[in-house]
């Protein structure tokens, strides 16, 4: 395994692959992996002769600071992991002065609306942050593929539009999200959850699979209701959203046209740890 911290020397080993003809694959992480994160990392390595994985908390898409402080660093543990997974890997561990090159700060994106609902509602600025240090890393590592999973389907609809519309040279995989055998979908911030909390989160799946499960029958103000009123009644955790959506342009959808696909999302606070999921209604 190859660990590298410079621009400047990552480049140069990743020009040595592409003049080889190698292909790339790129998984972008945070780190505190866990096998949602080895499950896009698989099929990089399935479908690419080396793989890049790059471990950087990015101070620029939080919005509250002490999130970003309580934010998992297991660092060594995954070394240890990707070691296991590919003795071939190639890891990026930015250094974010060098990322940035200069002062680490977001730039804002025209990202046609998209950043604007849900998650960008809820946390000001996070998706120029997400912009930016994906625009940053994707001309650090040039990869031919890089692999986003769907539990952030806003983000993997944002990161599809900054490619469409900055014409970046890579092509963007989603992946299935990867559920606990509870349903809870994997998540970093998920060992940040206190046992009770734990135990109480599958309720936000299930509550998904109700809501799809009305797709049918229902208005989207109908289903959006009962998942309100289920959360009113929950003694632990706490709604911020839930929104059915427009898959394409992620807006709030009135009612259903049939010739469109729709997701349900939803945002929950389980004690001070918030996550995120989503469900496709069709
Ligand atoms: O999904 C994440 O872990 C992050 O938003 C990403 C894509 C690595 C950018 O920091």
């Given at each position: 395994m190859e660990v590298f911290t410079l621009k400047t020397h990552l480049g140069a080993r990743i020009e040595s692959l592409k003049n080889q003809g190698k292909t790339i694959g790129f998984v972008p992480t945070m780190g505190a992996l866990h096998e949602g994160h080895l499950s896009l990392i698989e099929q990089s390595i399935k479908e690419n002769d080396s793989t890049v994985v790059s471990i950087f908390v990015n101070p620029?898409?939080?919005?509250r600071k002490d999130d970003l402080e309580k934010y998992p660093r297991t660092l060594e543990r995954d070394l240890y992991l990707l070691e296991q997974t590919d003795k071939n890997m190639i890891v990026y561990i930015p250094v974010a002065e060098d990322l940035y090159q200069g002062t680490v700060e977001a730039k804002h994106y025209a990202l046609n609306g998209l950043d604007k609902t849900m998650e960008g509602k809820y946390r000001p600025g996070h998706f120029d942050g997400v912009a930016t240090v994906v625009h940053k890393l994707f001309e650090a590592v040039r990869p031919h593929k890089a692999y986003f999973g769907e539990k952030d389907f806003q983000q993997l609809r944002i990161i599809q539009t900054l490619v469409e519309n900055l014409k970046l040279p890579v092509e963007i995989i989603p992946v299935k999200i990867y559920r606990e055998k509870d349903g809870l979908a994997m998540s970093s911030?998920?060992?940040?959850?206190k046992p009770e909390m734990r135990q109480a989160a599958p309720f936000i799946y299930q509550t998904l699979k109700q809501a799809a499960s009305m797709?049918?029958?229902?208005?989207p103000g109908e289903i959006k209701r009962q998942v309100e009123l289920a959360f009113e009644k929950h003694p632990l955790l706490r709604l911020e959203y839930f929104e059915i959506a427009?898959?394409?342009?992620l807006q709030p959808a009135k009612k259903f046209d049939p010739r469109k696909k729709y997701r349900g999302f939803i945002a929950v606070f389980a004690g001070d740890v918030r996550l995120i999921d989503n469900i496709p209604l069709n």
């Open positions: 620029t898409q939080f919005d911030r998920n060992r940040r959850l797709k049918p029958n229902h208005s427009d898959e394409e342009n």
